[in-house]
């Protein structure tokens, strides 16, 4: 109809989130509309994260030293995979994470990418979660938590999306025009990392302000079993 399509006219934002959040919704049989009601995001787990409690097991298991077959330590190997992570988050840029490296020089390189913030870390974030249930490494925790807070903090307050934030001092995030923005891939990433996190601390704030979290929340402590509970030996 004339006249009409500057008033129905959907922004770039607008018409991203509104796919982000429908995709999201998908998930849930049993979605509560009343649950959409909250649109700002809480301080309760930057907060939780700063006092080093946000990547903190809920059940601590039990340590104890025993004669085995010598074959493949499954646990071991999950200990070198959060050496591999954790080692790799720069504390000087806001620890972010590193994702290439470079073998073929001397000495060795690490480099950022242009999609390292946006989605290949929330990757390993969640990664990370089951490498420490697995293994039970204590490794880097203080690290890791301030990596989380970090990631945490790129949450969108009104919608719940995961924000590459501008960043004028990380020219590999793409130019400051362009900022902020979010992959689409990157938004499943973060709500499956925060689901692993939230089954593998028992705290119910790790991803409640998530997209996910926002559209469901009593349905969270159910929703995608990736790691069992029960801690490890």
Known sequence: MKGSGSSRRLSRRQLLTGAITSSAAGIWATLNKNSLASTRMSADLKENSKSAGINRASVSGERYEALVPDTLDLAERGKLGLNQL???????????????????????????????????????LKAMAMLRLMSGS????????????????????????????????????????????????????????????????????????????????????????????????
């Open 86 to 124: 954790t080692e790799q988050i720069s504390e000087a840029d806001d620890y972010e994470m590193y994702s290439r490296q470079f073998f073929d020089y001397q000495p060795p390189r690490l480099r950022f990418f242009v999609d390292d913030l946006g989605c290949c870390q929330p990757k390993a």
């Open 138 to 233: 204590e490794q880097n925790l203080e690290r890791e938590a301030k990596m989380i807070e970090m990631m945490v903090s790129h949450l969108g307050e009104d919608d719940g999306l995961y924000w590459v934030p501008p960043s004028p001092d990380k020219p590999w995030l793409g130019p400051e025009e362009y900022k902020p923005y979010f992959y689409v891939h990157g938004q499943a990433r973060m709500m499956r990392a925060m689901l692993a996190w939230h089954q593998y601390t028992g705290d119910p704030e790790v991803c409640k302000n998530t997209a996910v979290g926002r559209l469901a929340p009593p349905a969270i402590s159910s929703a995608l079993p990736m790691i069992p509970h029960g801690g490890h030996n």
